[in-house]
């Protein structure tokens, strides 16, 4: 939301519900709210070059006519920021330490120079800013996501779970379903991680401006323990920015970047995201293709080895939810299953399979259009839509049809089936051995 107009954006979501019908497909729409990103202000001649060693103002106001001075469009800026703090500017182009500070003025001694231009980022490590999370363009924003019917809200620069716990709240009074996703691109939301991600559906590790928060060589250990705190907590994760960076002007990323996509994979993501090589890159469809490749070799492997799943923080709230996926996993695991599937009208045990981390193909049948859009994040997880009711017959037909056309199964195969609906007389949240037909 950070770019482009509310117009455009509905076009793209309609073109997106368009593809989604002709294909078939559940596709998640994610609306990401921008948060308090800081930017400077106009900059003389739009952009100025900074030197090591020299000295540099931060001043009042919005533009500024000489090069020394800076200016930025978050007006606390220069009352919020304390002398030895340091201010990075445009993603760490640039890193300024605050020397002095006078009403309306900072003296700033250029640590790491280069060009910085108008509008470009500002980031303060070490600051505690008094801006929200949610500003009031974000609460607008959050409001309209619930118009066109978002499937995920994310939240950028979350510090505590209130935060999270209040955009959850905006989209409850719409009566928006959508789950929120929070990013974590701040130190404060490291400190506060656990319960951040308790409180969120899912999380984003947002590099970017997490790399510049905090130390970038920090960064990889950073990604691994917010992902190991999602697969503990049994929430999904997605992993962004610069994963294929390279492709936004050239056909092959680096093989450091192939690495980069699978060590995520490996460490137990749900889901990789491009950012700048789809938006602006000149190789849109070519980087989704290469991630597909990165993705599927890297779990051909990983199939050999043992899943990774670490033990789970809390019970899920229904109990009987983790039994069922558990067990529906361990038993195909013992049968040489096929496949499973989940006949469920909620997302729960589809998202408990998928944090199983087993590979058996896995579908999940569900009536509610959106829940399957939802379930698009899920790893491993096939949604099905179902307009018509789960009884037993109906589904066992659509199970066998799914299962021959989707997966190519043969007659006799056997399948698992776990279903919170009447499957056989009498009986509700079962797990069912059948053969394909």
Request: proline fraction near 4%; aromatic fraction near 4%.
């Amino acid at each position: 939301m950070a770019h482009g107009t509310i117009p455009e954006k509905e076009d793209i979501i309609e073109n997106v519900r368009e593809v989604s019908l002709s294909l078939g497909a559940a596709i998640g729409v994610l609306v990401d709210l921008a948060g308090p990103k800081i930017r400077l202000g106009k900059l003389k001649d739009d952009a100025v070059t900074l030197v090591n060693g020299e000295t540099v103002f931060f001043v009042a106001g919005t533009e500024s006519s000489d090069p020394k001075e800076l200016v930025c469009l978050y007006e606390p800026l220069i009352s919020e920021v304390a002398v030895g703090d340091m201010i990075v500017l445009a993603d760490g182009v640039s890193r300024l330490i605050v020397t002095d500070k006078a009403p309306g003025r900072l003296t700033c001694e250029v640590n790491d120079g280069g060009v910085v231009r108008t509008r470009q980022g500002v980031n303060l490590p070490a600051t505690n800013l008094s801006v929200p999370a949610l500003g009031d363009i974000d609460i607008e924003n959050a409001k309209w996501a619930a118009t066109v019917d978002a499937d995920f809200v994310s939240l950028s620069f979350v510090r505590n779970a209130s935060e999270v716990e209040s955009l959850k709240k905006i989209l409850q009074d719409c009566n928006c379903e959508a789950r929120v996703i929070a990013k974590i691109e701040k130190r404060e939301a490291l400190d506060n991680l656990d319960s951040i991600v308790a409180a969120a559906d899912g999380i984003m590790v947002a590099r970017g401006d997490l790399g510049v928060e905090i130390d970038i060589a920090q960064t990889p250990l950073a990604q691994k323990a917010i992902i190991d705190c999602c697969s503990r907590h049994r929430k999904p994760v997605i992993v962004a920015t610069q994963m294929l960076e390279s492709m936004h002007s050239c056909k092959q990323p680096t093989r450091a970047e192939v690495s980069d996509v699978a060590n995520a994979i490996l460490d137990g993501a749900d889901a990789c995201m491009l950012s700048g090589e789809t938006a602006v890159g000149e190789y849109p469809v070519e980087s989704v293709g290469m991630m597909n490749r990165i993705m599927v070799e890297t779990e051909k492997t990983f199939q050999s080895i043992p899943a990774r799943v670490l033990p789970s923080i809390s019970p899920p709230k229904n109990l009987m939810t983790g039994v069922l996926s558990n067990t529906a996993a361990d038993i195909a695991e013992k049968i040489n299953a096929k496949l499973v599937v989940i006949a469920s009208s909620t997302d729960a045990t589809a998202l408990r399979k998928s944090k199983h981390r087993d590979f058996h193909p896995t579908v999940c049948i569900t009536d509610s259009l959106h829940a399957a859009r939802q379930m698009s994040l899920f790893w491993g997880i096939f949604p099905v839509v179902s307009s018509s009711s789960f009884k037993p017959d109906q589904l066992r037909q659509l199970v066998d049809h799914v299962a021959l056309t989707k997966f190519e199964l043969q007659s006799g195969d056997e399948i698992v089936i776990v279903t919170d609906t009447e499957l056989i007389p009498g009986a509700h949240d079962s797990i069912v051995i059948s053969r394909i037909e």
